[in-house]
């Protein structure tokens, strides 16, 4: 490696510690961050993390197959399909665990997105509404 493709990735790992808040770098702040949201919200900080991760890691596993049957020729098989099935279930554990940190009841969630989907779309999906949305179209 050439010295300055060196000084290029240590010059951007020093940018990137300057950018990255005290609790990403420090125990004693991710724990003081952590009591100020379980003191201050009604937010359960240990299970919310646990959704958090959970969700990002298993829709990985359930987008690495899609990604193996759609680019790399796994067969889009009944036992395929079923290990997706799997996939989707730790999807839907790491799902309920989060509403759960948060207090939120699932029908309340599902309907609050069928409302917010509808208010973007109304009857049928059109490309313009999922590209231009509203102010305050989360």
């Known amino acids: 490696m050439t010295k300055e493709v060196k000084d290029f ?7 990137v510690t300057k950018v990255t808040s005290d609790p990403s770098l420090d125990i004693e702040a991710l724990k003081k961050s952590l009591e100020n949201v379980e003191n201050n919200s009604p937010i359960k900080s240990a299970r919310l993390l646990t959704a958090a991760l959970g969700l990002g890691s298993e829709t990985g596993e359930f987008v690495e197959i899609v990604k193996k049957v759609f680019l790399q020729g796994k067969p889009p098989s009944k036992e395929n399909i079923f290990h997706m099935k799997r996939e989707l279930g730790d999807i839907m554990w790491y799902w309920i665990t989060a509403c759960k940190a948060l207090e939120l009841d699932p029908f309340e969630v599902i309907d609050e997105n069928r409302k917010k989907l509808e208010a973007r779309y109304g009857e049928q999906f059109e490309i313009e509404r999922s590209e231009v949305r509203k ?3 989360l």
Do not use: E, L, T, V
């Open 9 to 15: 990735f240590n010059n951007y790992s020093d940018f």
């Open 135 to 137: 102010k305050g179209d």
